[in-house]
């Protein structure tokens, strides 16, 4: 966790295109409180920053109603959540032409499924691997469940977030999987995977996990 003295708040003005931002949702949410229990963290849902031409910024995530692009507004200062901002790490390409290259790419997927329905069957399968912790236990080796309820057109947020950066990097398989199980599936990575990923690194906001 980051020194809390030492956090910045977050502004627009920090901010890079295709940061990821983790959410704290305050108020009565029966499922951004599962989620963090589940999940044993203090975030609940991730979304990614982009700048348009106009330079106005823009949310791009996978809530109830679908994959939508949200104004930055909407979040800032707003008393109803807690941000953090994370940013992907230089380390995590081969060189900085193919880590600009791999930004671009991510948000054209980002762009695209705007408009994609909400994954509610593959969020409760997660769900139920996380009450069961078999995904976790047995000598800490990955076990290749999978999601078997997921569908490739529908996305939970840190699932959509996972898939648009995914393969952009020629070094990293999967910049969110982490070291203990290299080989997880989008459709298994949660928000708080995605904030302490060795291969981020904090810009502002919350530092908790």
Same mark, same amino acid.
């Given at each position: 966790?980051?020194?809390?003295?030492?956090?910045?708040?977050?502004?627009?003005?920090?901010?890079?295109?295709?940061?990821?931002?983790?959410?704290?949702?305050?108020?009565?949410?029966?499922?951004?409180?599962?989620?963090?229990?589940?999940?044993? +963290?203090?975030?609940?849902?991730?979304?990614?920053?982009?700048? @348009?031409?106009?330079?106005?910024?823009?949310?791009?995530?996978? /809530?109830? %109603?679908?994959?939508? %692009?949200?104004?930055?507004?909407?979040?800032? =200062?707003?008393?109803?959540?807690? /941000?953090?901002?994370? %940013?992907?790490?230089? =380390?995590?390409?081969?060189?900085?032409?193919?880590?600009?290259?791999?930004?671009?790419?991510?948000? @054209?997927?980002?762009?695209?499924?705007?408009?994609?329905?909400?994954?509610?069957?593959?969020?409760?399968? /997660?769900?139920?691997?996380?009450?069961?912790?078999?995904?976790?236990?047995?000598?800490?080796?990955?076990?290749? /469940?999978?999601?078997?309820?997921? +569908? %490739? =057109?529908?996305?939970? #947020? +840190? =699932?959509?977030?996972? @898939? #648009?950066?995914?393969?952009?990097?020629?070094?990293?398989?999967?910049?969110?999987?982490?070291?203990?199980?290299?080989?997880?599936? #989008? +459709? @298994?990575?949660?928000?708080?995977?995605?904030?302490?990923?060795?291969?981020?690194?904090?810009?502002?906001?919350?530092?908790?996990?």
């Amino acid at each position: 966790m980051e020194d809390k003295a030492e956090m910045t708040p977050v502004s627009k003005e920090l901010l890079k295109p295709q940061d990821q931002i983790l959410f704290h949702t305050k108020g009565l949410s029966l499922i951004s409180f599962g989620i963090r229990m589940l999940t044993k +963290s203090f975030f609940n849902h991730v979304g990614v920053y982009v700048e @348009e031409f106009d330079k106005k910024g823009y949310v791009i995530e996978a /809530l109830g %109603r679908g994959v939508v %692009r949200t104004p930055l507004e909407k979040y800032i =200062e707003n008393k109803n959540y807690i /941000l953090k901002v994370v %940013r992907l790490r230089p =380390e995590a390409f081969r060189d900085a032409q193919e880590h600009e290259k791999g930004k671009g790419m991510a948000r @054209e997927r980002l762009y695209a499924k705007i408009g994609l329905k909400y994954d509610w069957w593959a969020i409760m399968w /997660l769900g139920i691997k996380y009450l069961a912790k078999s995904y976790y236990r047995k000598g800490r080796k990955y076990i290749p /469940l999978g999601n078997p309820l997921e +569908s %490739r =057109e529908k996305f939970f #947020c +840190s =699932e959509l977030v996972c @898939e #648009c950066f995914s393969g952009i990097s020629s070094i990293v398989k999967n910049l969110f999987a982490g070291t203990i199980y290299p080989n997880v599936q #989008c +459709s @298994e990575i949660t928000p708080k995977d995605i904030g302490k990923s060795k291969w981020v690194e904090y810009i502002c906001g919350d530092g908790r996990l």
